[in-house]
Every structure is written in structure tokens, then in C-alpha cells.
């Protein structure tokens, strides 16, 4: 079975820092992008960072310099390094990817990992 599964969310002060880790399982492959949305409470789900199976990255903007995303494919697994965290950062983060499954080519959530930025 297809999975994704994200880890390394919790409680920070703001200015401080957090790692993510999204793994996929072995039964995904050929991926392509890989990458991380958010939602904080009351808002719509938005990009955060993307990175493609080429290496290349982009940011939104309100990230942009703070946030750094990362993969390594032998490990189906992609990284956000959170710096300079801000307290409009806090949101539920999920892990993307876009890759083939034994239904086909398909994007996969995982279940979402809490980051809350409180003093």
C-alpha cells in the first residue's frame, strides 16, 4: 500500500528552528515532485516548497530564505528545514508527492504533522 508519512513537527519558539521528514513508501516510484503544503486554521491549503526529481526547488515567497527543501531519492524521502520560524507559520504541514503507485500515476498526501511557533 502507497504511503506517506510525515515526521519532526512540534511546539517552537519563534526564531528558532524544525526539521521535517516525509518518507514514501517503496511501493511509490518514478517520482517526480516532491513537496510540502500547509494549512493553518481558518485558511486554505497553500504551497510551502517543491523540489523535482531534477533537483530543482521553488519557494513561496513568504518562505523564501528561512525554509530550505531537500531530497534523497535513494530513501524516498524529502526534508523542510525550518529557520527564522515566525508565528504565521504555524499550520498543519503535509508532505506531497508525485510519483507511480500500482494504480498509476497519482499525487499522494501524507496525514499532516502539526507545527506550532508560540513564545
Known amino acids: 500500500q502507497a504511503q506517506v508519512v510525515e515526521s519532526g513537527g512540534g511546539l517552537v519558539q519563534p526564531g528558532g528552528s524544525l526539521r521535517l521528514s516525509c518518507a514514501a513508501s517503496r511501493t511509490i516510484y518514478s517520482i517526480r515532485t516532491m513537496g510540502w503544503h500547509r494549512q493553518a486554521p481558518g485558511k486554505q491549503r497553500e504551497l510551502v516548497a517543491v523540489i523535482t526529481d531534477g533537483g530543482n526547488t521553488n519557494y513561496a515567497d513568504a518562505v523564501k530564505g528561512r525554509f530550505t527543501i531537500s531530497r534523497d531519492n535513494a530513501k524516498n524521502t524529502v526534508y523542510l528545514q525550518m529557520d527564522s520560524l515566525k508565528l504565521e507559520d504555524t499550520a498543519v504541514y503535509y508532505c506531497?508527492?508525485?510519483?507511480?503507485?500500482?494504480?498509476?500515476?497519482?499525487?499522494?498526501w501524507g496525514q499532516g504533522t502539526q507545527v506550532t511557533v508560540s513564545s
Open positions: 506531497n508527492v508525485m510519483g507511480r503507485g500500482a494504480t498509476g500515476f497519482a499525487n499522494y
